[in-house]
C-alpha cells in the first residue's frame, strides 16, 4: 500500500531532506517517536506482536518564556527526561514475557500484519492500550523511580563529581590554573563518557537497545526524504543523525569547558574566604551542577535548532563531527523487525499531525 507522503513540513535542507521536528529514543526492544502534538511507543512482546501506545504531549505554548532562545533548551531537557521515564516504563513493562505465561500468538510480519495500514493503526493502538492496563506490571512504579533516581546519582558522581576530584589531584587547587583546570575537567568527563557508552555496549541487552537507536535514526531519514515508511526504504539510510541526543551530549560537555571557564570561581574563592582542600573541590562541583540548565540551553541552540536545520552546512559538520563519530558506538545496524517497531511508532505521531493540521485548515 503506498504511503502518503506528510505535508506537515514545507521547509527543506540543503540535501533536498524535510526540515522536522520529529524525534524519538530507543528502548527495551522498542521505540518512542515524539511530535508537537503527542508521543507514541512500539514494543516488540515476546510473543512477536507489536504493542503501540500514545499519549497526548503538553503543550507550554500558553507560557511565552518556555520559548525563548536559551531557555527553550532547558524544556526541551526536563520533558524529555520526564517522557523518557514514562516510555523506559511502558517498554520494560511489555517486552519481557511474564513468567506464569505461555507464548501465545503468531510473529507479525509486515505482509501479514495490519500494523502498517494507517487506517487502522489508531484503532490498534487503543486496543493495545486497554489490553496492556490489564496487564500486571513487569516492573513497579517504585522499582522504576528507583532505578531513574539511582542512574541519576551515578551520573552525577561519574560525570562531575569523579572528574573534578581527579583533576584536582592532577592540576592542583582550581584557582592556581582555573584555564588548564577546566580543560583537563572537560577531557576528563569525555573520556569517562566514551568509556562508559563503550563497556555498555558490550552488553547484550544494550546492543540490541543499540540498533533500536539506529532504527530510529533510519526511520527519521526515510521521512524526512520523503519516501514512503517501509523497512526497505528506511534500511537504505545511515545510523548517524545530527539531532541525536548522543551529538546533543558531547555538545554538552564541549560548551561546558568554556562555560566554566567563564565563571569567576577564583574571585568567590578570594571574597568568599573559602579554604583550600574539600571547600573548594565542593564549590566547585555544586557550580558544575547549578549551570548545568545553562550549558543545556546553549547546546540546545546549536545542536537543535542551528545545526538540525542546516545539516549540510560546513560549519555545521566540523562542529557536529566529535557527536556523529560517538554515534558510532551508540547506534548499531537493525533488522526489519525493529524498523517495523520505529515505523509503527513514527506513523501514529504523524498521523495525530495530519489529523491536527486538516482541523486547523477548517
Not at 515508511?229 to 564541549?254: D, K, Q
Request: proline share 4%.
Amino acid at each position: 500500500m503506498a504511503e502518503k507522503k506528510s505535508d506537515l513540513s514545507r521547509a527543506f535542507s540543503e540535501d533536498g531532506a524535510l526540515k522536522t521536528h520529529v524525534g524519538g529514543q530507543a528502548l527495551l526492544e522498542g521505540i518512542m517517536m515524539r511530535g508537537k502534538f503527542n508521543w507514541a511507543v512500539a514494543v516488540r512482546t515476546p510473543e512477536g506482536d507489536i504493542y503501540t501506545e500514545e499519549h497526548d504531549l503538553r503543550s507550554g505554548k500558553k507560557y511565552a518564556w518556555m520559548g525563548w532562545p536559551f531557555v527553550r533548551g532547558c524544556v526541551a531537557l526536563v520533558q524529555s527526561l520526564t517522557l523518557g521515564y514514562k516510555a523506559l516504563e511502558i517498554a520494560a513493562n511489555h517486552a519481557f514475557a511474564d513468567e506464569e505465561e505461555e507464548p501465545s500468538g503468531e510473529l507479525r510480519s509486515e505482509a501479514s500484519q495490519p500494523l502498517f495500514d494507517s487506517s487502522d493503526a489508531a484503532a490498534a493502538a487503543g486496543q493495545d492500550s486497554e489490553a496492556g492496563e490489564e496487564k500486571e506490571a513487569f516492573f513497579s512504579k517504585g522499582e522504576m523511580a528507583f532505578s531513574m533516581i539511582l542512574g541519576l546519582v551515578l551520573g552525577v558522581v561519574l560525570f562531575i563529581v569523579a572528574p573534578a576530584f581527579i583533576t584536582n589531584l592532577l592540576v592542583g587547587e582550581y584557582d592556581t590554573n582555573p584555564v588548564g583546570w577546566n580543560i583537563v575537567d572537560g577531557v576528563l568527563r569525555v573520556l569517562v563518557f566514551v568509556l562508559y557508552i563503550f563497556l555498555i555496549g558490550r552488553m547484550q541487552d544494550i546492543k540490541r537497545m543499540f540498533s533500536y537507536h539506529g532504527a530510529e535514526h533510519k526511520t527519521i531519514h526515510c521521512f524526512e526524504h520523503g519516501l514512503p515508511l517501509t523497512p526497505e526504504n528506511a534500511r537504505s539510510f545511515p545510523c548517524l543523525h545530527v539531532r541525536c541526543g548522543t551529538a546533543f551530549l558531547i555538545m554538552v560537555m564541549l560548551i561546558a569547558i568554556f562555560v566554566y571557564t567563564a565563571i569567576p570561581l577564583s574571585a568567590l574563592f578570594a571574597s568568599w574566604g573559602v579554604p583550600d582542600g574539600a571547600p573548594k573541590l565542593a564549590l566547585v562541583i555544586l557550580t558544575r551542577i547549578l549551570f548545568m540548565p545553562v550549558i543545556a540551553g546553549i547546546s540546545y541552540e546549536i545542536t537543535v535548532k542551528w545545526a538540525g536545520s542546516h545539516p549540510e552546512n560546513g560549519l555545521v559538520k566540523v562542529i557536529l563531527w566529535p557527536g556523529l563519530q560517538m554515534q558510532r558506538l551508540t547506534t548499531n545496524e537493525p533488522d526489519d523487525q525493529m524498523l517495523e517497531c520505529a515505523i509503527a511508532a513514527m506513523k501514529l505521531v504523524l498521523e495525530r499531525e495530519e489529523r491536527e493540521a486538516a482541523r486547523a485548515s477548517r
